[in-house]
């Protein structure tokens, strides 16, 4: 599985963003997905979660009630659509795919996108 993550950029406080995933080859529905962010001087972090058919859902606290993670089996592509965005989210976000749903831990995932950069101002 390739991933290639987009739809970052610069947003005001407040706004919002909504960042895909296209993932290629043919096991996609079979995968569950994650998004995870790194901020200057920070590890990679978990931000959300979602299951191979999509009904299930994760999200670390920071993000709950602001963001959703989504998922098109049909266009193979993962989203996560990021509302009341606060500077504390400025981070480069990447999608990442694993065999088992639910995991927070890097070492858990698979296949990585490159990453694509949120910055929030204040």
């Known amino acids: 599985v390739q991933l290639q993550a987009s739809g970052g950029g610069l947003v005001q406080a407040g706004g919002s963003l909504r960042l895909s995933c296209a993932a290629s080859?043919?096991?996609?529905?079979?995968?569950?997905f994650g998004w995870f962010r790194q901020g200057p001087g920070k590890e990679r972090e978990f931000v959300a979660a979602i299951s191979w058919i999509g009904s299930n859902t994760y999200y670390t606290d920071s993000v709950k009630g602001r963001f959703t993670i989504s998922r098109d089996n049909a266009n193979n592509t993962v989203y996560l659509q990021m509302n009341s965005l606060k500077p504390e989210d400025t981070a480069v976000y990447y999608c990442a795919a694993a065999r088992r749903y639910g995991e927070i831990t890097t070492t858990r995932y698979d296949y990585w996108g490159q990453g694509t950069l949120v910055t929030v101002s204040s």
């Open positions: 080859g043919r096991t996609f529905s079979t995968y569950n």
